[in-house]
Each structure stands twice: as C-alpha cells, then as structure tokens.
C-alpha cells in the first residue's frame, strides 16, 4: 500500500551508461516531480508533471529526460552518466485541491545513484 | 525565486531534551511542509501547516504566515529523533515545493 514507490533504491553504474528510474503513485495525484539531493542534502526540484504535461524544467542537462506514460507514474532516464550525477533523487506527488487551496506533497523512498 | 532559511543548521541534544527549529520564508506561500529524513534517507512527512499550530505527540508546529515563519518544536527528544528536518515551501507563482537547507539533529543517549 505504498502511495509513492520508486525503484531501484540503490543503482550503481558505469559512466557513460544510460539508466532509467521508476516513479509509481497510487494517491490519485495529478502532479507528479522528481528532486536531486546532493552530497550536502541539498534538495532541488528537476521536473514536474501536472497531468502528464511538463510544467516546470529546471536548469538540468538535456541527458535527463522525464517521461509521464500515465498521471501515475513518471519515470527518470538518464543518458551518458556522468561522476557528478551521483546522488539521492527522489520522486513525489501533489494534489492541488482548489477548494481548500490546499497541496500536500508526498515523497518516494529515493534512489541513491552512484556512478563509477 | 523564493528562500527559505532554517536555523540552527545543526544541532545536538541529550535525549530528553526540548528544541525550537526555525524556518524563515521570503515570500508569501500557501504551502508549507515539515520534513524529517531519518538515517535511512526516507523523507517522513511531519506536518502540512501553511498557517497555525498543530500538535503530533512530542511534536507540535506553528506558521506564522504574515511574518513569514515557521517553528518546529520537538519535546523530550528521543535517539530516533536524529536525522535532518527540513522545512519546505510552495509559493503562489509555482506548484513545486522549495526545500530550506535543513536542520541536521543529533539526539545522544
């Protein structure tokens, strides 16, 4: 009954590969976002979904890539790894409920990327 | 963009202890969100509190929004109280959360 799940949790990888994370929630949400935590446990936003369309595109390089197959998921792929991609990214999901003028952000387990 | 600055940026207690954290916010906001991240790196939901006080057991939260701050207060701290807390914020113009640099907490036996 996990609301956010995303996988691997650990990923460790050669530079220059291409991998992909996964992003899964099952809140019913309508906004969905992935965050990078550096080595300082500095968290900074990349991308956000609202109901499958890009909304907000950080300055991240062009080798990150988000895909949106669905509102319930969105998923993370990440071409020609670099050293310094190494990190923690987590995904979450919101719900604006306009009425309230309310939005509840909830985090996934994270992923902790190491590049060697 | 808006900041948000949390203070103290680290901090160390004996168990049984109490703590004030702080979160300052540049701007006006209608979210604002308390974080714990424990050893493990899970991010913990702590409180959803874009204004007043709510209470969780040793924990309770207060938002002050026409000042633009927010306390965290942890009573009778406990070793599984460690970890980094973070206070994070949704301004009017975006719909993404934007964290503060944390609170690092070290609660010794």
């Known amino acids: 009954d996990t609301a956010v799940s995303q996988t691997p949790k650990y990923l460790v990888t050669q530079m220059g590969n291409d991998k992909s994370i996964k992003c899964e929630q099952n809140?019913?949400?309508?906004?969905m976002y992935w965050y990078k935590q550096d080595s300082k446990k500095f968290l900074k936003i990349m991308f956000s979904y609202n109901n499958k369309e890009l909304i907000i595109n950080e300055t991240v390089p062009n080798r990150f890539s988000p895909k949106s197959p669905d509102k319930a998921h969105l998923n993370l792929h990440i071409n020609s790894l670099e050293l310094g991609d190494s990190a923690v990214y987590f995904c979450?999901?919101?719900?604006?409920?306009?009425?309230?003028?309310?939005?509840?952000?909830?985090f996934g387990q994270g992923t902790r990327l190491t590049v060697v | 963009g808006i900041q948000v600055e949390q203070s103290p940026p680290d901090l160390i207690l004996q168990e049984g202890a109490n703590s004030t954290l702080r979160c300052n916010f540049s701007?006006?906001?209608?979210?604002l969100q308390w974080f714990h991240q424990n050893p493990w790196g899970q991010l913990i939901n702590l409180f959803y509190?874009?204004?007043g006080t709510k209470q969780n057991g040793r924990l309770s939260a207060t938002t002050v929004a026409t000042e633009r701050y927010s306390l965290l207060y942890i009573s009778s701290s406990q070793t599984t109280d460690s970890g980094v807390y973070f206070c994070?914020?949704?301004?009017?113009?975006?719909?993404?959360?934007?964290f503060g640099s944390g609170t690092r907490l070290q609660v010794q036996p």
């Open positions: 979450a999901s919101s719900h604006f409920y306009r009425r309230q003028g309310r939005t509840e952000a909830f």
């Open positions: 509190i874009p204004s």
């Open positions: 994070a914020v949704i301004d009017t113009g975006r719909r993404a959360l934007t």
């Open positions: 809140l019913g949400h309508d906004t």
């Open positions: 701007d006006s906001v209608n979210n």
